[in-house]
């Protein structure tokens, strides 16, 4: 079983900042591309950023310059770093990554369950 397991959402003033935290553990073999994605109410989910692992980056145009995705290969970890929030950022957001799992045949695309954001204005 692989999960994913995501931290550090939360209530936050417009032009503060949130760090959110998603975590890979289980039987894995490899970890791919990681990033993140959001959902605002009643809309589809977009993305947000993504980091290969040699890490290499890939930002919406919404959130470039006041997002920052990194990760760390060792603890199977990815981070987005979100500073000058603003409400149109308050959305749930969900960690995604591209997994081989011991015995499996092939990557699989994982999802955490989504750490929601809120941001006041």
């Known amino acids: 079983q692989v999960q994913l397991v995501e931290s550090g959402g939360g209530l936050v003033q417009a032009g503060g900042s949130l760090k959110l935290s998603c975590a890979a553990s289980g039987n894995i073999f490899s970890i791919n591309r990681m990033g993140w994605y959001r959902q605002h109410p009643g809309k589809q989910r977009e993305l947000v950023a993504t980091?290969?692992?040699?890490?290499?980056?890939n930002y919406a145009d919404s959130v470039k310059g006041r997002f920052t995705i990194s990760r760390d290969n060792a603890k199977n970890t990815v981070y987005l770093q979100m500073n000058t929030l603003n409400p149109e950022d308050t959305a749930v957001y969900y960690c995604n990554a591209d997994i081989w799992a011991v015995f499996a045949r092939s990557w699989s695309d994982y999802w955490g369950q989504g750490t929601q954001v809120t941001v006041s204005s």
């Open positions: 980091i290969t692992r040699g890490g290499s980056t």
